[in-house]
């Protein structure tokens, strides 16, 4: 699971392609060593990138600063 939060709000963001292939507006599973395109809008904010398993804990958390 990919989810980008400000203020514990989730950020609506579109999945694009996996692999070069174009996605259909759906759950996207990205598997290692695959690419995944997404279209997201943010505003000039400090937002929370996490990234997590399904059903398990995250394995990255990052701060994403936008100016």
Do not use: C, K, Q
Not at 34 to 48: H, I, K, M, Q, S
């Amino acid at each position: 699971m990919t989810e980008i939060t400000t203020h514990s709000t989730p950020v609506a963001w579109r999945p694009l392609a996996n692999e070069g292939a174009d996605l259909p507006p759906a759950t996207v599973i990205v598997r290692v060593g695959e690419t995944f395109d997404a279209r997201v809008t943010l505003g000039p904010e400090e937002y929370l990138f996490v990234v997590s398993a399904p059903n398990g804990p995250p394995v990255y958390r990052g701060l994403l600063p936008v100016r």
